[in-house]
């Protein structure tokens, strides 16, 4: 009698027991992969019944079975640390060069170094965008300088660099702050 993993068994207590786990798969979830595709360890191609397919975060991922990966495995990229950007408004010279600058809106994650962005257009916003345009932003205002990109914002639009309410005074102007965020 076959149980639903398609294992062979003698009796429907043999099909029970396997159905929690089956002695030929007692080294974990892992199953034999149907269908080709990447791996996920190395990147290169599985073909079907040629690898396994491991449940994680993300579904059901294929890869080589252990040691026979032909590629050398890959390395997540070390996560850069933003956190000399503080949280608040930037404009960048624009990378596009249809217009003069670009406007951020940065936000600060939970985790330490993380920003979130956002495009200030037209004086509205902020506006969601791409991760990879996020990033871009993130490496100019670095790049230009902090400050720099900061005092930008706060000079052609005449709003406090740091919480985005308009400038009143000329002591806000001048400082590029207004006077909650000057006290801070």
């Keep these: 009698m076959k149980c639903g993993k398609g294992h062979d068994h003698e009796t429907v207590a043999d099909v029970k027991a396997c159905y929690g786990v089956c002695a030929s798969d007692a080294e974990s979830a892992v199953r034999p992969n149907k269908y080709a595709g990447p791996c996920y360890r190395c990147g290169s191609r599985v073909e079907a019944m040629a690898g396994a397919v491991e449940r994680g975060e993300r579904g059901w991922t294929a890869r080589h079975l252990d040691g026979k990966c032909p590629a050398p495995q890959k ?58 345009e996020a990033l871009r932003a993130l490496d100019t205002i670095i790049a230009e300088g902090v400050d720099k990109c900061g005092d930008r914002f706060a000079d052609e ?23 909650i965020c000057r006290n801070k």
Excluded: M
């Design 75 to 132: 390395t997540s990229p070390k996560r850069q640390d933003y956190s000399v950007i503080a949280p608040g408004y930037y404009a960048t010279v624009s990378a596009t060069g249809e217009n003069d600058y670009d406007f951020w809106f940065i936000k600060a994650g939970r985790k330490p170094g993380y920003r979130f962005v956002k495009r200030y257009l037209g004086g509205q916003g902020p506006i969601q965008i791409h991760a990879s």
């Design 157 to 179: 639009l005449e709003k406090c660099r740091d919480c985005g309410l308009p400038l009143t005074d000329e002591t806000s102007r001048r400082e590029r702050r207004g006077p």
